[in-house]
């Protein structure tokens, strides 16, 4: 299930039959320096990944539930690294709610971090997506813009952009990657975009083109974005 401002909610494709972080603790993140409290909870845009972040991609049937869903937030907090998102869909379309989308802020973006929802997609290490994961997407990421008032429009450009960027030049070399001169770090943005936009370092195949394609067949419009 989704879960918004404390409230579990099915959305229509599958989810997990584990639960979320609300009824099963174990699903959400629980290294507290992996996710934090919105300042503001005023959601204005979604961020997809995909897990492997690889390019070219291919695209098929599902064959198997790879339980990624539940296992990846096990895996991330017991890392070292500093990072989490909301919401994972697995190789056979089925989600899992890891964090509140309003009420907690991941940290999967960066900049971006304070009004963005983060999606990660299940993606194999040879690059496939299944259509599953895909088709679960689209209908997540339409009801997450129809229940927070998101505009449905998406960012298809490739490469860091300016809106998503950040304009201030930290010495960081990991948070620099996300520097462009003049960046808005996506603040004043609503819509969809991916993290390639935001970051140099994932690149095409964070989200790929696929996603963005089918969230355009389903009626969001393309917007040029600078």
Known sequence: MLVLSGNRIVVGVTPSSSGDFLSNPALGFTDKK??????????QSICIHTRMGVWPQKFVA????????????????????IASWHISIDSDGSYVSHLD??????????????????IEMFQDADGTVTNETLDSCVTLVNFLCDRLGIKKQVVNELGILKTFATGKKTGDAKKDLAYLEG?????????????RNATRNRGKGDPGDEI???????????VKVS
């Open 62 to 81: 599902n064959t198997k539930d790879r339980k990624w869903d539940t296992v990846g937030v096990k895996n991330a907090s017991n890392d070292d690294r």
């Open 183 to 195: 960046g808005e770090s996506g603040v004043n943005f609503s819509g969809v975009f991916g993290h």
């Open 34 to 43: 992996d996710y934090g409290l919105r300042k503001n909870p005023v959601v």
């Open 212 to 222: 963005f394609k089918r969230l355009e067949a389903f009626g969001f419009t393309r």
């Open 101 to 118: 989308v309003v009420k907690h802020k991941a940290y999967h973006c960066g900049q971006c971090n304070e009004v963005s929802v983060g």
